[in-house]
């Protein structure tokens, strides 16, 4: 059994802070249905992504998947930029 079956949860967010060293904070927003109005509402969740080359800025569009955990509070990594910010 030398093979790792690999069943990673990606995610696409904003970088909304790059201040830490190797860390970034994304926010990752989502449209929900509200559940007794049906009205779509606006939902987000910041999470720490682990950054190894400090290589993205904030405004970015990044994809982060899971893995295991760094920190107490990152059990994310950046998996890659989708777009840089201007």
């Given amino acids: 059994m ?5 069943n990673l949860h990606t995610l696409t967010g904003k970088v909304v802070s790059n201040k ?5 904070a994304v926010k990752i927003e989502r449209v ?5 109005y049906g009205k779509f509402i ?7 992504a682990h950054d ?13 998947s899971s893995c295991r955990p ?4 990152k059990v994310w990594k950046l998996e890659r930029i989708l777009e840089r910010a201007k």
């Fill in 70 to 73: 760094i920190s107490g509070r």
């Fill in 32 to 36: 929900v249905p509200h559940p007794l």
């Fill in 20 to 24: 830490m060293q190797k860390t970034i």
């Fill in 42 to 48: 606006r939902r987000s969740n910041k999470l720490l």
């Fill in 52 to 64: 190894e080359m400090n290589e993205s800025r904030e405004g970015d569009v990044v994809i982060v």
């Fill in 2 to 6: 030398s093979e790792e079956i690999k």
